[in-house]
């Protein structure tokens, strides 16, 4: 009697470990296995690359707009390009920059034509950096290139990584919540971001030293054309990764938090980018939750910027079929 108990309790036992075991091999997914830079030698175009990263992840102190030098100042915020683009833009989830070289030439909605990945870097430039574009032929240009050719080695073309984006967690059936977010923000992220969404800057002297903690909103932040200040990406970019540290199979918000406080953060004020009406030719592959008009289903920018959606997605849909739409399979909707 004993000795089945004691032996169902050890089967129990195992058990238990099988599914750690189990558990451990599921967690290894969250890793790709990256071509690794510092393995590089020194050649010339090895530190091409090497600089490339430099650039990513500390954008400020070569290309931000406390350079001494004024020709240098492409960058218009002291952000990293690697503050959104995580672990220097090889992490899943984390808006990777892992594997697409081979993906571009790609159709843009947003200009409505196909653009080249300089093209892409630009858009994040005079967006998410709110600065200039960097010249084709620039050396910081050829760098990032360089870097973002460098992680594609190996990515066969046309070859579909899981990880890549943000996440798509289910969206909510009302509107996310700023004021709901704040009470969020004050828990959980104030602690980093700091009072206003006001960022923590690097300890380093002197100038375009960035950030240890990014702001997220205030005339250092990104601008309003970017797609951090949509609250699809924000809120499941937002989900994925933050706080800092987490990664999409260890969420610690969860998505109702993670769009609520994704909503605060589009609610607070950032540099404008001029001509955002000009954005998406096609009003019909409009991401739902740009934060600026015009729109072609008659919804207000308040509904298009905190949801929710799915009214909106029905309407989109009614008007596609009405005018015999094929859907461009490359619509950012
Ligand atoms: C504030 C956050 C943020 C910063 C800073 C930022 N980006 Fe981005 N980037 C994004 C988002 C969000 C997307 C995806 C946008 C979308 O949904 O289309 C993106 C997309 C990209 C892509 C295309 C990725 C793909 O899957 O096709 C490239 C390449 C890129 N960024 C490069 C850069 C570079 C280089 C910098 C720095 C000069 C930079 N980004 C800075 C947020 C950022
Ligand atoms: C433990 C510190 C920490 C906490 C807590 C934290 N973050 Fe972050 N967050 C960071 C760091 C660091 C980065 C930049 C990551 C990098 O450069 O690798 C970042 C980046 C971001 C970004 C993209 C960059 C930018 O400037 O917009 C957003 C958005 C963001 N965090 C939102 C949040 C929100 C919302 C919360 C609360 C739910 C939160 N974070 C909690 C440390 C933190």
Known sequence: MRKAFLLAALFALSLVTSVAAEEIGASSAKFWSV?????????????????????????????GPDMPDPAQRFAGNNLACGNCHLDAGVKKFGLPIFGLAEDFPAYSARIGAQITLQERINSCMTRSMNGRPLPV???PMRAIVAYIQFLSSGVRKGEKLSGLGAGTMPELDRAAD????????????????????????????GHGAGYAFPPLWGSDSFNDGAGMARLITAANFIHSNMPDGVDYLHPRLSPEEAWDVAALMVSKPRPHRAGLEKDFPDLLQKPIDAPYGPYADGFSEEQHKYGPYGPIRAKLQEIEKQQGEVRNPNSAR
């Open 178 to 205: 700023p004021a709901r977010g704040h009470d969020i923000y004050q828990a959980r992220c104030i602690g980093c971001h700091n009072v206003d969404g006001a960022g923590v800057q690097n300890s380093l002297p």
């Open 137 to 139: 032929s620039s050396a």
């Open 35 to 63: 071509p690794q830079v510092d393995a590089l030698p020194y050649d010339a175009h090895s530190r091409l690359i090497r600089h490339g990263r430099d650039l990513i992840t500390a954008t400020y102190s070569h290309i």
